[in-house]
């Protein structure tokens, strides 16, 4: 398997600009996480999928971010409009159970830079 | 307060040392344990799953105790390329109701071995 695809993997924009990073899950896993790391404050979950479901998207800072999964196979996280503060590693992760383990599998990430 | 903590470090130790690694949940429903190793730049990568009767991957040596909730891993015979920051990962399980299949990730401890 190819693992966890995500692109672009790197992304460098203005201010006010809109963001969209792609995910492509390991195939047959059933869910799909979006994290985001800085120095700052560590590896945040954003929101996470199952079957295609958003489950909890309490980590979503605010409304400027939004996460769609249309098929088992894809998933987007959209920033609109873009600030400096969002400048980050986004990483994609998908997992699904092994009996009662949830081992989860990472994309190499989008290190994104808002100027 | 915090779902796992670990002491940030940084570890740094020569070559050939053996070097421990603690961290702490708070929630006593966990019900799996992970270790994940993070490069510089570069995704988290499952390292060992932890079970409750402590297991062994080579020189590598994860514990648990599920009565102060504490789980551990030991590295033996340290080589340069074990430097990374290794991250306590633990899972709620059936017992986290609607955050069945997600990760807490712990900041993550920072180790440098030296030649």
Redesign the interface.
Known sequence: DAGVIQSPRHEVTEMGQEVTLRCKPISGHD?L?WYRQTMMR??E?LI?F?NNVP??DSGMPEDRFSAKMPNASFSTLKIQPSEPRDSAVY?CAS?T?VG??????????TRLTVT | RKEVEQDPGPFNVPEGATVAFNCTYSNSASQSFFWYRQDCRKEPKLLMSVYSSGNEDGRFTAQLNRASQYISLLIRDSKLSDSATYLCVVNLGRGGGSTLGRLYFGRGTQLTVWP
């Open positions: 869910y996480f560590g590896l979950l996470y199952n489950i909890d990483f997992s159970p009662s383990r949830y081992e989860q599998y990472f994309g190499p990430g």
